[in-house]
């Protein structure tokens, strides 16, 4: 399970996160979506160790993560981050090995699991055609990709990713929200795309001025009002023809 418990973080005066509290559960998958500057990224960062909160604890499997050694989070989590270098002189290969890093002593070499793990990471973000290409010579969309992989080949037990689908078309951020819901592994999602939360997330968190404005099933969420009030849009929501998910259509 990942626990927040009344996390508040503060900077430069301002409170970015204001005291927000819930789970998500074992293999269950949860988006995190709000508006711009409403704290999700913010919120994403105390749980891979990247922001201290000025209050409040992070619990990965029942352990603190600020109380815990920095590799418990490197071999626990997978994360995408909003920002992220693009200038690896890597191969794509290289750079997805990079996830098993937190799995191996400084003089450990790379053996044969994990030149399988970093195959299979490939694969499922439909890239093993490109694994000798430079890296910083891929697209933006490409790097995002081996980006996702370089999180999976870690095998975590908990995905925290920020803004996956950004660059991505619409091919492959289906693709990427399919490997997401397919591996089930728990995981945290921040994502602007709302049509996207409802179809493959079990359930949304809505952030709003650092604050968690509420947190349900996406037919609960996925609501006229929430559009309203929290987006400052007026819209209508229909059913997917296929499985019935909330769809979001602005007026």
């Known amino acids: 399970m990942l626990r927040f418990e009344n996390i508040t973080v503060r900077a430069g005066g301002r409170v970015l996160v204001d005291d927000v509290s819930f789970d998500v559960a074992p293999g269950e998958v949860v988006a995190l979506v709000g508006p711009n500057g409403s704290g999700k990224s913010t919120l994403l960062r105390t749980a891979y160790r990247a922001l201290r909160p000025a209050s409040g604890s992070v619990h990965l499997g029942g352990r603190d993560v600020w109380r815990s050694p920095v590799r418990f989070v490197g071999r626990t989590t997978g994360v995408v981050a909003q920002t992220t270098p693009s200038d690896f002189p890597l191969t794509v290969a ?93 995981a945290l999602v921040a994502l602007h795309d709302l049509d996207l939360a409802a179809r493959f997330c079990d359930r949304i968190a809505v952030m709003s001025a650092g604050r968690l404005w509420g947190i349900g099933t996406p037919e609960e969420i996925v609501t006229p009002a929430l559009l309203s009030e929290i987006y400052g849009v007026d819209a209508e929501i229909l059913r997917h023809p296929r499985d019935d998910s909330p769809m979001v259509v602005p007026l």
């Open 94 to 186: 290289d750079v997805v090995l990079l996830g098993r890093a937190a799995h191996k002593g400084m003089f450990d070499a790379d053996n044969e699991t994990d030149a399988m793990l970093v195959i299979a990471a490939l694969d499922a973000v439909d890239m093993s055609d490109h694994a000798d290409r430079d890296f910083a010579r891929l697209s933006g969309g490409e790097r995002q990709r081996v980006l996702v992989a370089q999180a999976l080949a870690g095998e975590p037990s908990v995905l925290l990713f920020d803004e996956p689908t950004n660059h991505l078309d619409l091919r492959h951020r289906l693709a990427l929200m399919r490997v997401i819901r397919d591996r089930a592994q728990t």
